[in-house]
């Protein structure tokens, strides 16, 4: 079973740039999540999907983020201008949402660098 | 004060030690409990999951939860090298698609 497919891997941008990175989930899984770690720091959630609708997207600075999950499948996170402090990995997951755990399955992540 | 705390290390030991690694929780909520491993420059991967308190073993490794003290742990034994990594405790309130929320992480390295 292929994984959590996330692009791209690195990026160093300048503040104020922007920059986009895109996800595909395990094939079947309807729930699809952003998460946002900053060096030293645990994930932190961005925005939930169930398919194509946000479920939560509370802790998502939508003043300059944004994603979308077209069709229920890939998503895309976009960073509008970006800023220092948004250098972070940014890892995707994605659920099945079934079961007690409704494990969460990674990708490896894109590792974001503003300059 | 944060929903969950966990103390970042780094913890460093020698091979074949007994590793604790701790969790304190605020939210009361909270029902379900896992620990999740990272692998430098990885994505996190399930180790354990608990439901409630209790202790859960799977091998080399043993998850316990005390819900009446809000704090969580997991034990390593006869740790190996192979097990250097952050380890990632995190929490939900109910089951299937509610968020996690995740501690900062303790970086562990086991030392041949």
């Known amino acids: 079973e292929a994984g959590v497919a996330q692009s791209p891997r690195y990026k160093i941008i300048e503040k104020r740039q922007s920059v986009a990175f895109w996800c595909n989930p395990i094939s079947g899984h309807a729930t699809l999540y952003w998460y946002q770690q900053i060096l030293g720091q645990g994930p932190k959630l961005l925005i939930q999907?169930?398919?194509?609708?946000?479920?939560?997207d509370s802790q998502l600075p939508k003043d300059r983020f944004s994603a979308e999950r077209l069709k229920g499948v890939d998503s895309t996170l976009k960073i509008q201008p970006a800023k220092l402090e948004d250098s972070a990995v940014y890892l995707c997951?994605?659920?099945?949402?079934?079961?007690?755990?409704?494990?969460?399955?990674f990708g490896e992540g894109s590792r974001l660098t503003v300059l | 004060q944060k929903e969950v705390e966990q103390d970042p290390g780094p913890l460093s030991v020698p091979e074949g030690a007994i590793v604790s690694l701790n969790c304190t929780y605020s939210?009361?909520?909270?029902?379900?409990f896992m620990w999740y491993r990272q692998y430098s420059r990885k994505g996190p991967e399930l180790l354990m999951y608990t439901y409630s308190s209790g202790n859960k073993e799977d091998g080399r490794f043993t998850a316990q939860v005390d819900k009446s003290s809000k704090y969580i742990s997991l034990f390593i034994r006869d740790s190996q090298p192979s097990d250097s990594a952050t380890y990632l405790c995190?929490?939900?309130?109910?089951?299937?698609?509610?968020?996690?929320?995740f501690g900062k992480g303790t970086r562990l390295s086991v030392i041949a």
């Open positions: 997951a994605s659920s099945s949402g079934t079961g007690v755990t409704g494990e969460l399955f």
């Open positions: 995190a929490m939900r309130r109910n089951s299937g698609n509610t968020p996690l929320v």
């Open positions: 939210n009361s909520a909270f029902q379900y």
């Open positions: 999907f169930q398919n194509n609708g946000v479920v939560d």
